[in-house]
């Protein structure tokens, strides 16, 4: 019994020394690392960082100097405050650090970071890099849509001219016009109701709060990307929100490819009108060194 006693004790002081270990962690090779604040447990400096993160970050550089090291819950982040240090990172050293880290936002939001926005660096960023700047957005295929531009332009004015003498919330305007051109371009038509008499997948209302949800969503400090122990806890709700709103875009999506492939699938001379009409050529292509997925093209269009 006394010698099933000290087992049980000596169990509960390696248990114990473990879970100390995780909390103090002991760092046997002396790094000369960037300096900055000592961490707290479990929170490290998250403590430090208030509602304006830039601002935070700026006083703690006027302590620590232009490059020190913070860490945020598990993680530990450097943080460049300087013209020169910056050049560093992005310049100097940009492949290691062209990778953005793996957040919830990139996989509930971009397809499992399948848009070049959240995409690791390597081959499939590089290839994506390449579709925007010679298929989709080359200076020839802009130019051929001039036209859209110009008649929204026009049809943007004539609306503020009707509006002549009366209160305009301009933001709203420049807003609708910015949303036309670019799913003209993009998705080869307007895909969103503009009135309540019109019949769409998504009114205007809808589709920008879907958008401002995206924005809002891509920018927030969620706590369990940075203490994944407690992540699927979703202390702040974003995740449940970023999930809900994959739904909705996925919707939109799989509306719009279905009306493309339609349409493909009709013509006999097939010839690409806009940039869903391009993705999904390139999505048969299979020459491609990646191959692009179903994912793959809603990242792209979400882009």
Same mark, same amino acid.
């Given at each position: 019994m006394e010698a099933q006693s000290w087992a049980v004790l000596a169990l509960s002081w390696v248990a114990t020394l473990f879970f100390l270990s995780k909390i103090f962690p002991y760092n046997h090779r002396k790094n000369r690392l960037p300096p900055g604040p000592k961490p707290w447990p479990i929170i490290g400096n998250l !403590?430090?960082?208030g509602p304006l993160p830039h601002q935070s970050l700026h006083k703690l550089s006027q302590k620590y100097g232009h490059l020190m090291q913070l860490k945020f819950g598990s993680y530990p982040v450097l943080i460049a405050s300087s013209s020169e240090m910056a050049k560093q990172f992005l310049k100097t050293y940009d492949q290691i650090f062209a990778t953005r880290p793996e957040t919830a936002a990139g996989k509930y939001t971009t397809y499992n970071y399948s848009n070049i926005t959240w995409a690791p660096y390597g081959p499939y960023w590089r290839q994506g890099r390449k579709i925007y700047l010679h298929e989709l957005f080359s200076s020839k295929r802009l130019e051929s849509y001039e036209y859209i531009r110009v008649e929204e332009k026009k049809a943007f004015m004539s609306r503020l001219f009707a509006l002549s003498g009366k209160p305009v919330v301009l933001k709203d305007h420049l807003?609708? +016009?910015?949303?036309?051109?670019?799913?003209?371009? $993009?998705?080869?038509k307007k895909y969103f109701s503009e009135s309540k008499h019109e019949e769409s997948i998504v009114t205007l209302e809808e589709f920008q709060e879907m958008l401002d949800e995206l924005f809002l969503? !891509?920018? $927030?400090? !969620?706590i369990g990307d940075w203490i994944p122990?407690?992540?699927?806890?979703?202390?702040?709700?974003y995740v449940k929100r970023m999930k809900a709103l994959c739904k909705k875009f996925d919707r939109f999506?799989?509306? +719009?490819?279905?009306?493309?492939?339609?349409?493909?699938?009709?013509e006999k001379d097939f010839v690409p009108k806009d940039m869903v009409d391009l993705l999904l050529k390139l999505a048969d292509d299979p020459n491609l060194e990646v191959k692009l997925t179903s994912d793959g093209v809603k990242g792209f269009i979400q882009v």
């Open positions: !403590n430090l960082i807003s609708r +016009v910015t949303l036309s051109i670019i799913s003209r371009i $993009v998705l080869g969503l !891509n920018g $927030v400090l !969620n122990w407690i992540d699927f806890l979703d202390l702040q709700g999506h799989d509306h +719009v490819i279905g009306e493309h492939k339609a349409r493909k699938e009709a």
